[in-house]
């Protein structure tokens, strides 16, 4: 499944202390379970919190960050590069489902029957943008190196953290709407598809020869936390991949495609059960050699039986 990874910077205030800092690094598939894992930072429940999403930077290299308020301290979760926050949404605060809510990801991803509002509104789809590089060039955190100073050591890993950082930060969960119905998708659909979802990978990043594929992933579903398969377009761009998750499998859609364009299809059919497959058929031509000639007909009746 598609996973993004964040700095978390939380603040605790302490009733007998002075207050205490520190950055952590999260991970999570989606805006909810981002939020609650930030939470958990505090030691409290969700319910007793406040969430905002805050974008402090000019609009050409806009971020946010998820900011999450309770008495006993706060939480910091970011940069990222979506959602951002709506004229509307600066300077309030919400609790967590009211923000899942004016953000438009409530319901999303969700195997449950679809709710009111989300069958008035039913093309939007999510598009995660995660980094995934090919090699990791900057490791994190870095290993530490024969005879190096605290000093030393402490330098290179803030070094390779501000890198971390400013990668991550071009991650995010962006909401994109598509208006055609997926049971009327064709290959120029799919087509449309892979150019939302490439529109929101970072301009910055190298362009790849070739990019696009359907993929069968892992996804959460953000109401009982359950496990499910479905299918997932992904589109790359340098060391970051979109991941647009299929409401359902687009069979028409693919027939069309390979009707039409240039393709490469993998099967990716293990080996092993290949061989299984060779011996059974050597196994059935040893049979009717040693029993003589047969009609064509009766050979497929005996080939059925045996498989």
Known sequence: MPVLSFPCA???????????????????????????????????????????????????????????AHPDGDVLVGP??????????????????????????????????????????????????????????HPFPPARQ???????????????????????????????????????????DIEALMVVAYQV????????????AITQAKFVNPQHGGVTLAHCLQVGRG???????LPAFPTFALADWLAHRHCDIHLRQPVMRLELIAQGWRHIEHLDRSKGPRRAEESLAGWCAAS
């Open 201 to 212: 990978l970072p301009t910055n990043e190298p362009r790849w020869r070739e990019s696009g």
């Open 10 to 68: 939380i603040h605790r205030l302490g009733n007998d202390s002075r207050p205490m800092r520190r950055r952590v690094w999260i991970k999570g598939h989606d805006l909810r379970s981002l939020a609650l894992t930030a939470t958990r930072q505090l030691g409290v429940a969700h319910h007793q919190c406040d969430y905002a999403l805050t974008s402090p930077g000019a609009d050409t290299t806009r971020r946010a960050f998820l900011e999450i």
């Open 146 to 188: 024969p005879r190096e100073t605290d000093a030393q050591y402490q330098q290179r890993y803030d070094a390779a953290e501000r890198v971390r950082i400013e990668r991550s930060s071009q991650q995010g969960l962006h909401l994109v709407r598509y208006d055609v119905p997926p049971e009327d998708w064709t290959a120029q």
């Open 80 to 137: 990222m590069a979506a959602p951002l926050p709506t004229a509307a949404m600066e300077g309030k605060a919400f609790t967590l489902d009211a923000l899942l809510g004016v953000t438009g990801f409530a319901g999303l991803g969700s195997d449950d029957p679809p709710s009111e509002e989300r069958r008035d509104d039913p093309r939007r789809h999510l598009v995660v943008v995660t980094y995934s590089p090919i090699c990791e060039r």
């Open 239 to 245: 060391d970051y991949i979109a991941h647009l998750r």
